[in-house]
C-alpha cells in the first residue's frame, strides 16, 4: 500500500532560522507530490511536484523533488511566527485520484 | 474562503447517538472526499464520491456512510457514536475524473466533532 512518511514529526525554531522538512513516498506508480500547509483548521495548498516540475518556489518557501528516490524537501528561510502550522506532504494513491497524507510534521517558530 | 463549505463546524454529541455532517464542494468540482484527522493518526481517507457515485473507499467504518446528490453537495452520517469517533472531519473537492491534473484538492474548514 502506498505510503507517506515525513521527519521530523516537530521542529521547534526560532525566528530567522531556515528549517528543512522531508518527505519519503512510496508509490507503485508515481504521478505527484504535494504539500499543504495547515494551521487552525483546512489544510492549504502549497506546492505540488511532478515529473516534469521537480522544484518549486514561492517566497521564502521552496520544495525540491527527488524523482528516483521519491523523496522531497520542503525549505523554509528566514522563519517567521506566521510559519507555526503542520506541514503535510501527500501523493495519489496508485491510480486512483485519493491522496494519502504523512502524519505531518509540527512546526513551531518562537519569537 | 475556500469555496468548499462545511456544516456545522461544531457538534456535541453523545455516545450511541447519530449525527450527519454536510459538505457543498466548490463550484465546478466533481469529486468530494471525506477524511478524518485525530491527533495520533492525521488525515485518514474515508471516502469518495464523483458525481453521484462512489469512486474509492478507504477504511471507513460500517457505522459510517455517506452520499452525494445531484446537486453534488455531500453528507456524511456517523451512527453509534463512540469516544473514539472524536475527530476532525474534513471535505474536500477536486475537478476530479479524467480531467483531474492531480493538482490536489480544496479543503473546507473541518466539523469538529466530539462525542462525550
Same mark, same amino acid.
Given at each position: 500500500?502506498?505510503?507517506?512518511?515525513?521527519?521530523?514529526? =516537530?521542529?521547534?525554531?526560532?525566528?530567522?532560522?531556515?528549517?528543512?522538512?522531508?518527505?519519503?513516498?512510496?508509490?507503485?506508480?508515481?504521478?505527484?507530490? +504535494?504539500?499543504?500547509?495547515?494551521?487552525?483548521?483546512?489544510? $492549504?495548498?502549497?506546492?505540488? +511536484?511532478?515529473?516534469?516540475?521537480?522544484?518549486?518556489?514561492?517566497?521564502?518557501? =521552496?520544495?525540491? +523533488?527527488?524523482? @528516483?528516490?521519491?523523496?522531497?524537501?520542503?525549505?523554509? $528561510?528566514? $522563519?517567521?511566527?506566521?510559519? =507555526?502550522?503542520?506541514? +503535510?506532504?501527500?501523493?495519489?494513491?496508485?491510480?486512483?485520484?485519493?491522496?494519502?497524507?504523512?502524519?505531518? $510534521? @509540527?512546526?513551531?517558530?518562537?519569537? | 474562503?475556500?469555496?468548499?463549505?462545511?456544516?456545522?463546524?461544531?457538534?456535541? %454529541?453523545? %455516545?450511541?447517538?447519530?449525527?450527519? !455532517?454536510?459538505? #457543498?464542494?466548490?463550484?465546478?468540482?466533481?469529486?468530494?472526499?471525506?477524511?478524518?484527522?485525530?491527533?495520533?493518526?492525521?488525515?485518514?481517507?474515508?471516502?469518495?464520491?464523483?458525481?453521484?457515485?462512489?469512486?474509492?473507499?478507504?477504511?471507513? !467504518?460500517?457505522?459510517?456512510?455517506?452520499?452525494?446528490?445531484?446537486?453534488?453537495?455531500?453528507? !456524511?452520517?456517523?451512527?453509534? !457514536?463512540?469516544?473514539?469517533?472524536?475527530?476532525?472531519?474534513?471535505?474536500?473537492?477536486?475537478?476530479?475524473? #479524467?480531467?483531474?491534473?492531480?493538482?490536489?484538492?480544496?479543503?473546507?474548514?473541518? %466539523?469538529?466533532? %466530539?462525542?462525550?
Amino acid at each position: 500500500e502506498d505510503k507517506v512518511v515525513q521527519s521530523p514529526l =516537530s521542529l521547534v525554531v526560532h525566528e530567522g532560522d531556515t528549517v528543512t522538512l522531508n518527505c519519503s513516498y512510496e508509490v507503485t506508480n508515481f504521478r505527484s507530490l +504535494l504539500w499543504y500547509k495547515q494551521e487552525k483548521k483546512a489544510p $492549504t495548498f502549497l506546492f505540488m +511536484l511532478t515529473s516534469s516540475g521537480i522544484e518549486k518556489k514561492s517566497g521564502r518557501l =521552496s520544495s525540491i +523533488l527527488d524523482k @528516483k528516490e521519491l523523496f522531497s524537501i520542503l525549505n523554509i $528561510t528566514a $522563519t517567521q511566527t506566521g510559519d =507555526s502550522a503542520i506541514y +503535510l506532504c501527500a501523493g495519489p494513491q496508485g491510480g486512483s485520484e485519493k491522496l494519502v497524507f504523512g502524519k505531518g $510534521t @509540527k512546526l513551531t517558530v518562537n519569537p | 474562503d475556500s469555496g468548499v463549505t462545511q456544516t456545522p463546524k461544531h457538534l456535541i %454529541t453523545a %455516545t450511541g447517538q447519530r449525527v450527519t !455532517l454536510r459538505c #457543498s464542494p466548490r463550484s465546478g468540482d466533481l469529486s468530494v472526499y471525506w477524511y478524518q484527522q485525530s491527533l495520533d493518526q492525521g488525515l485518514q481517507f474515508l471516502i469518495q464520491y464523483y458525481n453521484g457515485e462512489e469512486r474509492a473507499k478507504g477504511n471507513i !467504518l460500517e457505522r459510517f456512510s455517506a452520499q452525494q446528490f445531484p446537486d453534488l453537495h455531500s453528507e !456524511l452520517n456517523l451512527s453509534s !457514536l463512540e469516544l473514539g469517533d472524536s475527530a476532525l472531519y474534513f471535505c474536500a473537492s477536486s475537478v476530479g475524473g #479524467s480531467r483531474d491534473k492531480g493538482y490536489g484538492y480544496t479543503f473546507g474548514s473541518g %466539523t469538529r466533532l %466530539t462525542v462525550v
